[in-house]
């Protein structure tokens, strides 16, 4: 919870998450209170005051929390799942050196809370599938998975050692009508309303029966908000919490969306990212995020399904 005189710095900020996280904080906060930054500047321009920054350039990151006065920092830059595994050096330094830089802004108190989020990609082949515990066997097959797996631990150890208040969740894959998303396995999930609305048809990169963690943006963005506002004392996990939504295949969404487009079909041509997916778990048990800080999801597949179409067709009919 922001105090007076104390601001918020969103890095990555012009992504499927950031976008979202900006606006919803910017609510809470005020406009003025809420700095998003990003590579490069915003294609809608709202009221917050916009940096650019490069999430690699330490000095640059110092330099806006100063200028800002800074106090608590929602890192979100990233390379993602799918397009990790195409860059996995540049992923490896984006990914580490970035959470680096910020963490070292806690250790050397120049900012007080730290938000990073980890994903279901820490878990590998290896982990139990069906609902993943919290605490299990973790050997992550991606380069973005190990990356998030080691962020945990650094987050963890940068608290413990240092004192720095680091708070994390494995987000499952996220879906929202108001960003696209950038570059991950389960990004299938938000493609195939746009090409429902559009086409009446979509072609899946994942096999019909591959069930993954999935979750609507909304609830996403509250867990990050509820996380962040709970007790110091609440957060017992501070690498990261499993958080649970909905678990579905491209054929239950599928299913879903042709109760309200009956026209709708879906063809399967797996690619690369079937071998991320199958690696990954089906569904996740959250119980700690529920008795820790008080988690609770509020949709399930028929209302994301529902709240899905009704605001992409009011969009493209503005
Ligand atoms: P995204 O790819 O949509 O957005 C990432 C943003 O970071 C982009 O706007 C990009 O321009 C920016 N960025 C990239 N390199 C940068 C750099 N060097 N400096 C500054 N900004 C840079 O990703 P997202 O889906 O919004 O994910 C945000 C975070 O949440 C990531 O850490 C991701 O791993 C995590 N996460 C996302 C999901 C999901 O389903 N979206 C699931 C699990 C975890
Ligand atoms: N949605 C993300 C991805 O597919 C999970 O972290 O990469």
Redesign the pocket.
Same mark, same amino acid.
């Given at each position: 919870m922001l105090t007076k005189n104390e601001k918020i710095l969103i890095? @990555? #900020?012009?992504?499927?998450?950031?976008i979202e996280l900006t606006a919803e904080l910017s609510k809470i906060y005020g406009h003025k209170n809420v700095v998003p !930054?990003? +590579? &490069?500047a915003p294609a809608v321009i709202t009221e917050n005051p916009f940096e650019i =920054?490069? #999430? =690699?350039d330490g000095k640059a990151l110092f330099e806006i929390v100063k200028k800002h006065g800074i106090t608590h920092v929602y890192h +979100?830059?990233?390379? +993602?799942s799918a397009t990790g595994e195409q860059n996995p050096m540049f992923a490896w330094k =984006?990914?580490m050196e !970035?959470l680096f830089h910020v963490l070292d802004l806690g250790k050397e108190k120049h900012i007080k809370q730290i938000y990073?989020?980890? !994903?279901?990609?820490v878990f590998g082949p290896t982990t139990p599938r069906e609902n993943t515990p919290q605490y299990t066997v973790m050997e992550p097959s991606t380069i %973005?998975g190990i990356s &998030?797996q080691a962020g945990e631990r650094w987050c963890e150890w940068y608290f413990k050692k240092h004192g720095v208040d680091t708070r994390s969740i494995? %987000?499952?894959? =996220?879906i929202g009508w108001k !960003?696209?998303?950038?570059? @991950?396995t389960?990004d299938y999930a938000v493609h195939i309303f746009h090409e429902a609305l559009k086409k009446g048809n979509y072609e899946s990169f994942l096999s019909e029966n591959t069930a993954l963690p999935m979750m609507h943006m909304e609830d996403a963005i509250r867990a990050t908000i509820e996380i962040m506002h709970a007790p110091s004392e609440n957060i017992k996990i501070r690498g990261a919490y499993n958080l649970s939504g909905i678990s579905f295949s491209p054929k239950d969404i599928a299913a879903e969306i042709k109760k309200h487009i009956p026209d709708f079909t879906i063809s399967y041509k797996p690619d690369f990212r079937q071998a991320i997916a199958d690696s990954w778990p089906k569904s996740i048990n959250d119980a700690d995020a529920r008795k820790d800080w008080g988690w609770k999801e509020h949709y399930d597949l028929p209302k994301l399904v529902e709240n899905m179409l009704v605001n992409l067709k009011n969009l493209k009919t503005v």
């Open positions: 890095i @990555g #900020a012009g992504g499927q998450i950031g !930054s990003d +590579l &490069k =920054l490069d #999430a =690699l +979100l830059a990233a390379m +993602l =984006l990914n !970035s990073w989020p980890s !994903s279901i990609a %973005y &998030k494995r %987000y499952p894959g =996220l !960003s696209a998303p950038g570059g @991950g389960t």
